[in-house]
């Protein structure tokens, strides 16, 4: 799971949001809960002018795990 969410990170690092997005899609298929996944799919989706959306999903990844430090960081980005 780490390597996949590694690759998330380079995804955005590199403005990759589509690729990212499919990244996204790969681990939520196997852990659809898994709040930092969903984060960062917020976050792509919010570059890819998709806001509202983007902003619902940031909102569940915090309630999914609170105390997650990259949701709240990824949240403050948004």
Do not use: D
């Amino acid at each position: 799971m780490r390597s996949y969410f590694s690759k998330l990170v380079k995804n955005y690092e590199k403005k990759e949001y589509k690729k990212g997005m499919k990244n996204c899609a790969k681990i939520l298929a196997k852990e659809p809960n898994h709040p930092e996944t969903i984060a960062m799919k917020a976050l792509f989706m919010v570059f890819l002018n998709q806001k509202e959306e983007g902003l619902k999903l940031i909102r569940k990844s915090v309630k999914l795990k609170f105390e997650s430090q990259v949701s709240w960081h990824l949240y403050g980005i948004i």
